[in-house]
C-alpha cells in the first residue's frame, strides 16, 4: 500500500486549468483516468486525509504511485480525451459499462453494389445503416419478412448471390415476389440501390407519407379497374400497416429521442436506454456496471452518454437525450454531443407529459435489471466460490486459485499445428487474455513435446516481464529471450472480466531455455498491448492454476517446462476426456472428481472453452492455407496487382503458361516484376485437382480451385463422412 503524499505534487505545480490525469501504480499500469475543470482544485481532493475519502477513492489513491495531467483548452476536449484513454488504458478503477448482452441491429449494406438487408451484431461498419437495437434476432425477421412484400430488397449472402448469378436462376424468394432478384438482372442497380433507400426511409420512421403515396396509387387503380393491381396495393398497404404495430406510438409529435433511466445501489448500477424514432420505441438496451469509484447519477449517466455515442455521428446522435439526471457540468457534455451529431441536440430532464411518463417506464425496466442481475450474480457468484473451493481442496493448493490457465493442442492429421491459452478469472472466461500460439519448434505431430514448447514460451514472456520492470531484486541473466515475439496473438475482446489479475510473481530460475523462432502473426482485435505507458501487459499475471488438456504425457511436459525456467510456485494439473480423471505431475493415479462435483464442471468448461479457441484457430490456419497461391510467395506484389493479373489471364494456370512479355502487357506490372512471377510460377508445383466433398465434383483451375504451392499443400480430402473427417482433428 502506497502513501499517497509519497508521489503528492508539490504546491503551485498543477495548473488551475482544465485538464485529464491518469493515477498509475508501481508497475506504470494506469489504473484511474478522469477529467476536471480545474486540474488543481479536482486532484488536491485526492490528496486529503486518506480517512475522509470514499472507501474506493481511498482504495485507488493507495494503489497508485504517481500521477500525471494532461492541460487542454476547454472542457470539451477533456471528455473527448477521458473517453479516448478509457478506451485505450482500462483502467481498473474508473466505471465501465457492460453489454448485458450482445444486441442485434436490422443493418441495411448501402456500401454495396446491391444492398443487402440483414441481421447484424457486433461493432457497426462504415456505409452501413443500422436500425435498433432489438431485443430478439426473430423480432427482426418477422419484421423483415413483412417489409420484403413491399420493398423487395436483397438478403441472401454473398456466395447465393454470386451463384444465383453464375446460373441465372434466382432463389426462393426471387420466385415469390420478395426479393427483385438483381442477381439475374431484373432490376437495375441503380433502381435497387432507390429501392433500399426507399426501405431504410420507412424503417427511420417517415412512414406517413408512403402509406399515404400507396392509398393513393391503390385508389387510381381501383379508378382504371385494375382490380388485381389494387388488391395487391391494399395487401402491401395492410403488410406495412401490420409492421408498424409490432411498435407502438409512445410519444404523439412523432420525436426522435433517447431516454436513459439509472437504477443504483453502493456497489452495482444498471443503465436502460429506449431508442424512440418517428415518436416509436425502435430498441432497446442495457448495461451493469460495479460502480468501483465514488460517483454521483449524473457521473454515471455522462459515462452512459459516452459510452452510448462515443463512436456515433449525424443521425446516429438523435436531437433529444432524456436522462434522470444531468452532468455537472452539463455544457461540455451537450456540446460533445451537437459536435457528434453536426447539429443542436437537447440533454435535459423531462418534467411532464408523455416523456416524463415513457422515462418512469425506463426507469421501472432498470430497476428490474438491477434486481435480476444481483439475483443471477449472487446464485453464480456462491457456486464459483465453491467450484474453485473444491478445486483447491483436490489438488491441495494453498487457496482457490483465482486466475486459470488452460493450454491446448490442435492439428489435423499434423498438418497447422496450433495451441490455445484461454484464461479463466473467478471462475469467468477472460477473453481479452486468450492468446494462441504457432507451433514452430518442429515440424510434425507430437502434443507432448507441443505442450512443453507452448508453456515454455509463455512463461519466458512472463519472466521477461518481471525482469524488465525490475520485480526481482537479483537481476541476474536467467537465459529469457525478451526480443523475439513468440506468436502469441489476443482472441476476440470483449468488455474486461470482474475478476483481479492476481500479482503474485514466480523466482527465475537459472536454466537455459529452448530458442524458438519468433512467429509472424499480427495482433489481432483486443486491447492495445504495448509493453509500456501503462497500456495492458500481454503476459503480465501469472496464473496460481495452469491446466492442461491431455492426461499424465502433457502434464509432465507442462511441469517440466516450468521447472526448466525455475518456476516453482504454479499449479500444474492435467484434464483427461476419455473419465475426465485429473491429473497431478509426478503422480501414478488421477484425482477423481464426483461427477456432480462444481469443480469438475468449472475444469471441464475451462477445458472446453480451451479447445473451442483452438480448433477455432486451426481451421482458420487451414482454410488460409488451401486458399493459399504461388502468387503469394512473389515480394512486392500486392492484392490490387495480382487481382490484375487473374482478371487479365483468368486464372493461374493461364498465368503459368505466359510469356514474360505477355505478363507486361498487365497495366501496373513492370519487367522486372514479370521476370519474378514467372520465376515464382515456374518454381510451384500445380496442385492435385480440388474435390467438391458434397457432391463429389472435381473443380480444375478454371472454375476458381485454388492453386497451392509446394511449401504449402492443399488439404487433403477424406474419403469418410463429416463426422469421421472431424474426429481427425484435435
Known sequence: M?????????????????????????????IYVGKAKSLRQRLANYFQDLANLHPRTRTMVTTAASVEWTVVSTEVEALQLEYS????????????????????????????????????RGHKKKGVRYFGPYGHAWAIRDTVDLLLR????????????KNAARTGRPCLLGYIGKCSAPCVERISAEDHQELAEEFCDFMAGRTGTYLRRLERKMGEAAEDMEYERAARLRDDIGALRKAMEKSAVVLADATDADLIAVAEDELEAAVQIFHVRGGRVRGQRGWVTDKVEEITTGALVEHALQQLYGEESGDAVPKEVLVPALPEPVEPVQQWLTDRRGSGVSLRIPQRGDKKALMETVQRNAQQALVLHKTKRASDLTTRS?????????????SAPLRIEC??????????????????????????????FQIKGFRGQDDVRSMHEVITRRFRRYLAEKERTGEWADGEDDGVTTAATDGETPGHATAPGQ??????????GHHATPSYAADDLALTDGPALKDDDGRPKRFAYPPQLVVVDGGQPQVAAAQRALDELGIDDIAVCGLAKRLEEVWLPREDDPVVLPRTSEGLYLLQRVRDEAHRFAITYQRTKRAKRFRSSPLDEVP??????????????GSV???????IDQICEVPGIGRKTAETVAVALARATPAAPAVNTATGEIMDDEDGAPETTADAPGEPVSAGTPDERRGQER
Request: neutral net charge.
Open 85 to 120: 484513454w478509457i478506451k485505450e488504458y482500462d483502467p481498473r478503477f474508473n466505471v465501465k459499462y457492460r453489454d448485458d448482452k450482445s444486441y442485434p441491429y436490422l443493418a441495411v449494406t448501402m456500401n454495396e453494389e446491391f444492398p443487402r438487408v440483414q441481421v447484424m
Open 653 to 659: 494456370k493461364k498465368l503459368r503458361s505466359a510469356t
Open 386 to 398: 465453491r467450484a474453485l473451493e473444491e478445486i483447491a481442496d483436490a489438488l491441495d493448493l494453498d
Open 636 to 649: 512486392g506484389l500486392g492484392e490490387t496487382r495480382k487481382q490484375a493479373l487473374i482478371k487479365h489471364f
Open 499 to 508: 475478476g483481479t489479475a492476481p500479482g503474485q510473481g514466480a523466482t527465475p
Open 150 to 161: 413491399v420493398f423487395p430488397v436483397r438478403t441472401c449472402s454473398a456466395g447465393v448471390f
Open 407 to 436: 493450454y491446448d493442442i490442435s492439428h489435423l492429421q499434423g498438418d497447422d499445428v496450433v495451441a490455445s491459452m484461454v484464461v479463466f478469472e473467478d471462475g469467468l472466461a477472460r477473453k481479452s487474455e486468450y492468446r494462441r
Open 2 to 30: 502506497a502513501d499517497p503524499s509519497s508521489y503528492r505534487p508539490r504546491p503551485g505545480e498543477i495548473p488551475d486549468s482544465p485538464g485529464v490525469y491518469r493515477f498509475r501504480d508501481e508497475h506504470r499500469r494506469v
